[in-house]
């Protein structure tokens, strides 16, 4: 097992050298690292960040926001949170969090400290989350990444971050500040984040062999070069499609096509009983299992318009793809559910089937 420790709390470039690592490093090896970011909220592939924080709190206070690869919910770092990476050959086609979620069951183990995997992507101690975790797959391989509340600052956890209401409630919480802990209020009295960290990667490695690897100037180039092209930018972070547009579906001359589906025939349905203007569609659902999922849309001429599906979620596939096969549908129940199932939303957004998601978009 290769391990690299980064030696930045800078955000966008501890993201880039796990990117870097993954798609440009030797493919055959096994890696873990360990990373720390200083005053940031990291926001799931999937979520709309303005949905997701307090922008004027975050702002008035330097807390950066970066968008990560993978999917799953936001989450806060600052110097008393300890982040680690596997990145390995996947095993299986599912998200398989307890592989990776061990090492950390076992560090903690060590310590006298009782652990558990929880719900979809948690670690829990006394039911308290002390961990969020996070992958992302492709072409055979997975980045497994985790983040280790260990002596963070939970009040400006609490303030900056803004979770899905439906979330605490189905969890049966007051706030976030009641679901979440520091282990360094369980650990023996006397142990650091140093001492934690040290047994963490022993534990990682099991019976492989660690092999420390320091980048050299051309690599730690390259994860710079990722970091200026992606992760420095609002466009990354910030960006999102619209949920609306002010063009109508139509042709390339901008005509509008009464009653025409996505294949160009004619829909009576979609003219009969859809006359209205447009306006904006906004609904959001919590599925035990799957997580929190957002549906915005224009209903134009009785179309999807603009479709976008945020939350935190994971999937196999890219959302914006689904989103681009709803575009221009006409809005009855039997056409969404047509394109639904011909697309397979569980390959896009895991734990939802056809019906929750045509509930979701039509209500």
């Known amino acids: 097992m290769i391990y690299i420790e980064s030696d930045s709390f800078d955000p966008g470039y501890n993201l880039a050298l796990e990117e870097y690592i993954f798609e440009e490093m030797d493919w055959s090896q096994t890696y873990f690292m360990l990373w720390q970011n200083d005053r940031t909220i990291v926001i799931g592939r999937n979520q709309d960040a303005e949905a ?18 993978s999917g799953g919910g936001a989450v806060y770092h600052d110097l008393g949170n300890l982040n680690f990476t596997f990145i390995t050959d996947r095993e299986g086609e599912g998200i398989d969090f307890r592989r990776f979620c061990e090492p950390v069951v076992r560090t903690l183990a060590s310590f ?9 992507n948690d670690l829990t101690v006394d039911g308290r989350k002390v961990s969020g975790n996070s992958q992302y797959a492709r072409n055979g391989r997975v980045m497994h990444h985790g983040c280790i509340l260990f002596d963070t600052d939970l009040g400006v956890l609490t303030a900056a971050l803004r979770p899905d209401p439906d979330k605490i409630r189905t969890k049966g919480i007051r706030s976030v500040s009641a679901r979440v802990a520091n282990l360094s209020e369980y650990m023996p009295a006397g142990t650091t984040l140093e001492d934690f960290k040290a047994r963490l990667l022993e534990y990682a490695a099991q019976s492989m062999t660690v092999e420390r690897c320091e980048l050299t100037h051309v690599q730690r180039e390259r994860v710079i070069a990722i970091k200026q092209t992606r992760y420095d930018l609002d466009e990354w972070n910030y960006g999102r499609k619209s949920c609306h547009t002010s063009q109508p579906y139509g042709d390339a001359d901008g005509q509008e096509i009464p009653g025409a589906d996505t294949d160009g025939q004619e829909n009576p349905a979609c003219n009969a009983r859809w006359q209205e203007n447009a306006h904006a569609i906004r609904r959001s659902v919590y599925i035990t299992g799957c997580g929190s999922v957002r549906a915005e849309y224009s209903l134009i001429g009785g179309r999807l318009i603009g479709v976008t599906l945020t939350g935190d979620f994971f999937g196999a596939e890219n959302v914006s793809e689904l989103c681009g096969m709803l575009e221009g549908v006409c809005a009855d129940r039997d056409s969404v559910r047509r394109i639904l199932s011909q697309a397979g939303p569980e390959r896009y957004i895991t734990g939802i089937s056809v019906d929750q998601l045509a509930e979701l978009l039509l209500g």
Do not use: N, T
Request: net charge positive.
């Open 52 to 69: 997701e924080i307090d922008r004027k709190y975050v702002e008035a206070r330097g807390i950066r926001v970066v968008r990560r690869l």
């Open 112 to 120: 006298g400290v009782e652990a558990q995997i929880s719900g979809r």
